[in-house]
């Protein structure tokens, strides 16, 4: 049974792996499917937390959600078990590129071209989808809704220095803590606590 | 200075300041990989271009194929991508660690609290920045077919449940039979 989770985990990322096309961001859907709907493992809410870490973090946005996720699940080795299976497909398939094949063979193969046409607005698709179910997640009002589509448009903006996922990252939480010590904190100590 | 070790020191700079994934560290990695000779520009931009029609994500791409290209061996290639990957997994590591450590004090459920919507935003920001003319096409009646094979995804995922790797095959499909 022990052995079972790890296995699990590997497989699940390596499945992950092998078709995140696009980066991180496109991840989250096959992700969100797997862990959050198909093996229950992590509640919703508590996903879009992970993904918070994840993203605060530097280096490759697709190693830390399964750095998250893997010692959400089973610490340390949890975190191996995912990292490794969503690396391994990437890296062999580039090591057997770069060994055997040119880029050019790659590149300017009509076939696979014709493909990519297909995968890449679907892509788009995929990413699209988790922005809703996160929102609701979220529990995103008409009133907060501000926060989400502002940082979009601000980070599409492409403007210095307020175009930097850091920058809402460092806000988001510094006013989340404010707002919480400010006003869910006196709104409880009366009632509940 | 022997070539794993200028691999290394580049590598370890690229996984410690690239920050927002993939693209975002495309620059980065573009400055350190050019300047040092390992590649051309037009080298690195077929990696980007490889990058782009394989799974996984393009800083370990660029780090596995760079350290072959550049040792000639496998070895490179594996020292190169744990290179990338092993200090962000640390501090990642170290962070999860640190909140679930901390999961009941006022600043960790505060900074949540109001990191939640900020994470919606920085998803739909993926979204709006990968709605380009590279992913949609140049021409119109590719934009038109993009917009439908986008809109059917998006349908099929969010909608009728269908599993995402099922609409990335199913897509595969439908560019190869249309173009």
């Given at each position: ?51 918070a ?85 979220a529990g995103i009002t008409?009133k907060t809704?501000l926060i989400p589509?502002g ?17 809402f990252i460092s806000l988001g939480a510094v006013c989340g803590y404010v707002y919480y010590v400010r006003r869910v904190i006196p709104n409880t100590k009366?009632?509940?606590? | ?104 004090s006022a600043i960790i459920k505060g900074a949540f609290m109001g990191l939640r919507p900020v ?61």
């Open positions: 049974m022990s052995c079972k989770i790890y296995w699990q985990l590997f497989i699940t990322f390596m499945k992950i792996g092998a078709f995140t096309f696009g980066g991180g961001w496109a991840m989250i859907s096959i992700i969100e499917r797997e862990v959050v709907e198909r093996h229950k493992w992590i509640p919703r809410d508590e996903f879009l937390d992970l993904l870490v994840a993203q605060s973090m530097p280096g490759i946005l697709a190693v830390n959600i399964s750095v998250v996720v893997g010692d959400r699940l089973r610490g340390l080795k949890g975190s191996i078990a995912a990292a490794v299976g969503g690396i391994l497909p990437s890296f062999t398939l580039i090591l057997l590129i770069a060994v055997f094949l040119t880029p050019d063979t790659i590149k300017n193969n009509e076939i696979i071209s014709r493909i990519f046409k297909g995968i890449r607005p679907a892509v788009v698709a995929l990413i699209v989808a988790p922005v809703l179910t996160t929102a609701r997640a008409w809704v589509v940082v979009a448009l601000l980070i599409y903006s492409g403007l210095p220095v307020i175009s930097s996922p850091l920058v009366g009632g509940a606590k | 200075m022997s070539i794993y070790l200028k691999l290394i020191w580049a590598y370890l700079k690229i996984g410690l300041f690239g920050f927002g994934g993939g693209y975002a560290m495309l620059s980065l990695i573009q400055s350190e990989v050019v300047n040092n000779g390992w590649l051309s520009r037009q080298m690195f931009t077929d990696i980007v271009a490889i990058s782009q029609m394989t799974p996984g994500p393009i800083g370990i791409n660029s780090a596995t194929y760079i350290g072959y290209v550049a040792t000639g061996s496998v070895w490179g290639s594996l020292v190169v991508t744990l290179t990338v990957v092993l200090p962000p997994f640390m501090l990642t590591l170290w962070a999860s660690h640190f909140i679930s450590r901390h999961q009941q994470v919606v935003g920085l998803i739909a920001s993926a979204a709006l920045l990968l709605m380009n003319r590279e992913n949609f096409g140049y021409a119109t009646d590719e934009q038109i077919i993009s917009i439908v094979i986008c809109v059917t995804s998006f349908v099929a995922v969010y909608f009728a449940k269908l599993h995402p790797i099922i609409v990335i095959v199913a897509a595969g499909v439908a560019g190869f039979l249309i173009y």
